[in-house]
């Protein structure tokens, strides 16, 4: 099912082998055409196109560390680490007004050099021992001199799903979302489950669905602060809900014109659908595709 | 594609919310049938039926901390964290003979409990301040006393993937691998990139191949020490290997007869199949499965 995903089709080679090659960083450093993304905190800034506003590396403000994105085009892109700041729990509303300006391909870069200096400025101490660690593999990577352990970035997978029955969709709303907007179930997979079993769980925990037979949709990274979102859609035989509350404020069946009214924006909708760059938004239009309206 | 999976089918239910219950974890902790799972280091014990061996709480070693898994059956099960060990990095010959011989749902109970134990002993300070922090969440998180960031149990998202092309399958081998022993190509899912870009990444870094048309396939939780496999068949239009030997030690293009033999564990066969508790297995089933042989 090709559908359109926000914060993906970003064209960076990610060059992965110069990261651990001191002398290919080195040269991408001293390169005159490097650049260096310009940031206001984790926020960018954005050109009248919906295009990432550059810099270049002469810009690189004291006290601050260039991590390695890649190339694009064959010019080496950085983004700037400013040491002692942090930023991740703050999003403000004028990211999200970005968001929705920002070109696709611009979308996915930024994930990435948001979701790269986020994880640093929250991880700058060893979890085996305590001690403060240094940057190494170009910004990929983190290294305690006291331990030797060597820590990354972390990408956190969040199943996204829609539970189906007999022609309608399951979806929430959570008390902090703006008014009216409804979205599909999600959350976190643990340790020792599958994708599979962490919908099954998480669908029946939030609103007390039992669902089988998974299917994959699509995958998203969203970098508030490094998700692997994945979606899916499942088959419920059963369309009783009971709401965890503290998890949901409600949960509804929505049928298919209610949804594709949603995204279409009618203000007669049933609901507010999320924002286009996000997977939700995806998973929503991919079901509206898919079968007939009951 | 419904196809077996290792590590998947546990029958725990995880309680989510009881985690955050401190009257609910006291029960738990108090009810006489609650069963402890019985480690050495870091590897379970087995019945002679491919079960894990369990104890109860009263056989909670000294300086031992119970994490609690969740309930089978209504009975609270628990996992002992013993502080101040350290197992991560070694993995046994004796544990991957006794995979071989767990049932499907013991295994995925055990990666739970495997993962979650290993995760504590390498997360035992703050990565935000380096302050020593305690548990909390009945074992789902730990604290810090000092800036009160709240840190959780990792899952690395891994892209596992066959390109495929003109009716053969990409495999490789790395030099570290037992004789003979190939498999599909794998690599972690980075920040600010989704599962079909990192298939396309990994595959044109290891092995030269530019795949296109990414498919999912299956999942699985792979408790060395916390991974998440989604594994996936791309489509590549052209054979040519370009070796990442820093990677593999070699690549090779095999037919579905080739892989067959390889599964069934012909003496005869080209290459040495993944073991069965491997998604990689399953992900080779599937292709052999999905299509006539050219």
């Known amino acids: 099912m090709a559908v359109e995903v926000g914060f993906t089709g970003a064209v960076l080679d990610r060059a992965d082998r110069e990261r651990n090659d001191p002398e290919a960083l080195a040269a991408a450093l001293g390169d005159w055409r490097a650049r260096l993304l310009r940031l206001n905190g984790l926020d960018p800034e954005l050109d009248g196109e919906g295009r990432l506003v550059w ?147 998480e669908t029946l925990e939030e609103a007390g669905v039992a669902v089988r037979d998974v299917r994959y949709i699509a995958s998203q990274p969203w970098p508030f602060p490094s998700s692997l979102m994945i979606a899916c859609i499942a088959t419920a035989d059963d369309d009783r809900i009971t709401l965890d509350t503290h998890e949901l404020e409600d949960a509804i069946w929505a049928t298919r014109d209610e949804v594709r009214a949603a995204l279409a924006g009618d203000p007669a909708a049933r609901f507010v659908a999320p924002p286009r760059y996000a997977i939700a938004w995806s998973l929503l239009t991919a079901w509206v595709g898919s079968g007939a309206d009951d």
């Open 55 to 201: 810099d270049s590396l002469a810009d690189l403000a004291e006290g601050s560390q260039p991590l390695f994105l890649g190339y694009i085009d064959g010019r080496p892109h950085f983004v700037p680490l400013r040491l002692g700041e942090r930023h991740g729990a703050t999003r403000s509303p004028a990211l999200f007004a970005m968001l929705s300006l920002m070109l696709p391909d611009q979308a996915g870069l930024y994930a990435c050099a948001r979701s790269l200096v986020d994880w640093h400025q929250r991880h700058g101490y060893c979890a085996v021992c305590g001690t403060a660690t240094e940057l190494f593999r170009g910004g990929w990577a983190r290294r305690c001199p006291n331990c030797t352990a060597e820590h990354f970035p972390r990408t956190d997978p969040v199943v996204i799903m829609l539970a189906e029955h007999d022609g309608r969709a399951l979806l929430g709303r959570q008390a902090a979302w703006p008014a009216g907007r409804y979205s599909a179930l999600a959350g976190f997979v643990e340790v020792g489950e599958s994708i599979e079993e962490a919908v099954t769980r």
